[in-house]
């Protein structure tokens, strides 16, 4: 996602810096849902909203993007959600391992060149990034829009022995359309015909 530099960005990030954690604290007496990607924060801030008991941490590698979805935030008063300006790379040196209940992946960038696969927020080595913090129990939810990524990452997630379930090519079209909350990204690809794909992976 392209940000333009985001006027006053640091006196912003200051104003609503009780939402960020480079370390977070995780209660082990409630459940922990990690979004990696967040973006504008559209789809974690609903959730955090509709599920006060759930803690949400939302991470996102660019300051400018994840500024605006702490500000959302911070307008709600919401006392259940963490921000950290991470890359998923780094993210064993940040949770414990096997401390993460579940883990949103949502319309992550596709990558399509042939050459750029590595890059993709699904290939093994991101995955066993997630294995590393995940529960035995956890789970990875991932969505898109985009047929190649999801593709390859069925293709990963096989390969690397994760427990595929619930899948569908047509979310919004099944059983759990109901429940769902969508993405500023899946708000603008459904709008303009795209079907969203999702996808439950499961450590065991
Ligand atoms: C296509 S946008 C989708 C945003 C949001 N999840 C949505 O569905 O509307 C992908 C987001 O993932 C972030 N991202 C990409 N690679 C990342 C990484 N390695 N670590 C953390 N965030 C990453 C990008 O900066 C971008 O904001």
């Given at each position: 996602?392209?940000?333009?530099?985001?006027?006053?960005?640091?006196?912003?990030?200051?104003?609503?810096?009780?939402y960020?954690?480079?370390?977070?604290?995780?209660?082990?007496?409630?459940?922990?849902?990690?979004e990696i990607g967040?973006?504008k924060?559209?789809?974690?801030i609903?959730?955090?909203?509709?599920?006060?008991?759930?803690?949400y941490?939302?991470?996102?590698?660019?300051?400018?993007?994840i500024?605006?979805?702490a500000?959302?935030a911070n307008?709600r008063?919401?006392?259940?959600?963490?921000f950290?300006?991470?890359?998923?790379?780094?993210?064993?040196?940040?949770?414990?391992?096997?401390?993460?209940?579940?883990?949103?992946l949502?319309?992550?960038?596709?990558?399509?060149k042939a050459?750029?696969?590595?890059?993709?927020?699904?290939?093994?080595?991101?995955?066993?990034?997630?294995?590393?913090i995940?529960?035995e129990?956890?789970?990875?939810?991932?969505?898109?829009?985009?047929?190649?990524?999801f593709?390859?990452?069925?293709?990963?997630f096989?390969?690397?022995?994760?427990n595929?379930?619930n899948?569908?090519?047509?979310l919004?079209?099944?059983?759990?359309?109901?429940?769902?909350?969508?993405?500023?990204?899946?708000?603008?690809?459904?709008?303009?015909?795209?079907?969203?794909?999702r996808?439950?992976?499961?450590?065991?």
């Open positions: 996602m392209r940000a333009r530099k985001k006027k006053h960005g640091a006196e912003r990030l200051e104003a609503v810096s009780k960020f954690t480079t370390i977070p604290e995780l209660d082990s007496n409630k459940v922990t849902y990690l967040c973006g924060g559209k789809f974690i609903e959730n955090a909203e509709r599920n006060p008991d759930i803690n941490i939302a991470v996102e590698k660019v300051s400018d993007v500024l605006l979805a500000e959302k307008d008063e919401l006392k259940n959600i963490k950290m300006i991470c890359d998923a790379k780094g993210l064993t040196e940040v949770f414990l391992p096997h401390s993460v209940d579940y883990i949103y949502n319309f992550s960038d596709p990558w399509p050459g750029h696969y590595k890059r993709r927020l699904t290939y093994k080595a991101f995955l066993d990034v997630y294995r590393h995940l529960k129990d956890g789970a990875i939810f991932f969505k898109t829009d985009n047929a190649g990524l593709e390859f990452s069925l293709e990963q096989t390969e690397d022995g994760w595929l379930k899948v569908t090519y047509d919004h079209n099944s059983e759990f359309a109901k429940d769902n909350i969508m993405t500023e990204y899946e708000k603008n690809f459904s709008e303009k015909g795209f079907n969203i794909h996808l439950e992976a499961w450590v065991k």
